[in-house]
C-alpha cells in the first residue's frame, strides 16, 4: 500500500539549520586551514564539543549508554568517513581552493548521498535521479574547468589536488547520511552524536600526537581560540545534533535536497566575510547543481509500507 507521510516541519528546520551552520564550516575551516595545525586543532575542537555533548547525554539518558555490536561498529564507520575523513580531507583540500570553491564542492553532497543509498540502502536509480546527478556534475564542471585549463602549470596541479580532496570530503559527509539511516532508532540523535564526536576525538588525538611531535605546540591566540570554540560548539556538537535529528525523520533522499544549503551558506559567508569574489561562473555552476538538487528531490515521497499482522 501507498502512503504518504506526513513530516513535522521541526524537522525540516532542524535539517537546514543545520545544513547552514555545516556551510559556515567551509569558512571557518579555511581560516583554521591557514592557521592551525590540522589535527591538533580538530582535537581541540571535538574536546570542546564533548564537554557539552557527554554531561548532556548523561543526563538525558541516565546509564542508559549501552549500544549493540552492530550499531557500534555503525557509530565507528560514521566517526570515521562522516567526522575523521571528512574533516581531514575538507581542511587539507582548503588549503590549495578557496571558502567559496570548497563550498560549491560541497554541492555535490545531494548527488552522493542518492549515490550511497542506492549501493547501501537498495533504493531505485530512476531516470530523474540520473538527471539530477549529470546535472549537478555539469555544475561543478562549469565552476572547476574554467580556472584549470587557464591556469599555469604550477597552478593546475594545486587546483587539481584541491578538487580530489574536496570531493573525498563530499564522500564522506554523505557516508555520514546514509550510515544514520542505518542505525537502529533506539539510539537518540544525541547519544549517536556523543559516541561519533567521541570516537573521532580518539582518531584525531593519535594523530595530534605524532603532529606535536614533529611541529611543537602551536601558538593559539584569541582569534584561533574562537574558532576552535566555534568549531567545538556550532560545528560539531549543535550541528551534528540537528543533523542526526533530522535525518532520523525523513527519507534520505528528502535530506539529501538539505544539504543544498551547504553551498549557499558557504558561499554567501565566504563573500561576505573573507572578501572572496562571486562570480558569473559561480553563479552559472550554482544554477546547474540547484537544478539537480531539485530533480534528484523533486519526486513526491511515497513509500510502500508493509501490511501489518498486528491486532
Known amino acids: 500500500m501507498k502512503i504518504i507521510r506526513k513530516i513535522p516541519l521541526a524537522a525540516y528546520a532542524e535539517l537546514c539549520a543545520a545544513a547552514m551552520i555545516a556551510g559556515s ?22 574536546a570542546v564539543a564533548l564537554l557539552l555533548l557527554i554531561p548532556l547525554a548523561l543526563r538525558t539518558h541516565k546509564g542508559t549508554w549501552k549500544v549493540g555490536i552492530r550499531d557500534m561498529l555503525l557509530l565507528l564507520a560514521q566517526a570515521f568517513f562522516g567526522m575523521f575523513l571528512f574533516r581531514v580531507f575538507m581542511l587539507y583540500g582548503l588549503r590549495f581552493a578557496s571558502a567559496a570553491e570548497g563550498g560549491m564542492m560541497t554541492s555535490l553532497t545531494p548527488v552522493a548521498v542518492v549515490l550511497l543509498s542506492y549501493i547501501l540502502l537498495g533504493e531505485k536509480m530512476t531516470a530523474r535521479r540520473g538527471g539530477g546527478i549529470l546535472c549537478s556534475l ?14 599555469g602549470a604550477a597552478d593546475g596541479p594545486a587546483s587539481v589536488t584541491g578538487m580530489l580532496l574536496l570531493s573525498a570530503a563530499v564522500a564522506g559527509e554523505a557516508a555520514l547520511t546514509v550510515l544514520r539511516k542505518m542505525l537502529s532508532p533506539r539510539i537518540s540523535s544525541l547519544l549517536g552524536v556523543a559516541y561519533v564526536t567521541f570516537f573521532a576525538f580518539l582518531m584525531f588525538l593519535a594523530c595530534s600526537v605524532i603532529e606535536l611531535l614533529q611541529s611543537g605546540f602551536p601558538k593559539i591566540g584569541a582569534v584561533d581560540a574562537g574558532i576552535i570554540l566555534y568549531y567545538g560548539i556550532f560545528v560539531t556538537a549543535l550541528a551534528y545534533v540537528l543533523w542526526f535529528r533530522g535525518v532520523a525523520k525523513v527519507p534520505t533522499g528528502t535530506a539529501a535536497v538539505f544539504t543544498g544549503c551547504i553551498p549557499v551558506s558557504a558561499l554567501w559567508l565566504s563573500y561576505t566575510i573573507l572578501g572572496e569574489p562571486i562570480s558569473l561562473r559561480h553563479l552559472a555552476g550554482t544554477a546547474l547543481v540547484f537544478a539537480g538538487i531539485l530533480l534528484v528531490s523533486g519526486a513526491p515521497e511515497r513509500r510502500s509500507e508493509p501490511r501489518s499482522t498486528a491486532a
Open 138 to 151: 555539469a555544475g561543478i564542471a562549469v565552476i572547476q574547468v574554467p580556472p584549470l585549463l587557464m591556469s
Open 25 to 46: 564550516s567551509v569558512v571557518a575551516g579555511k581560516a583554521s586551514a591557514l592557521r592551525l595545525p590540522l589535527f591538533v586543532s580538530q582535537t581541540a575542537c571535538l
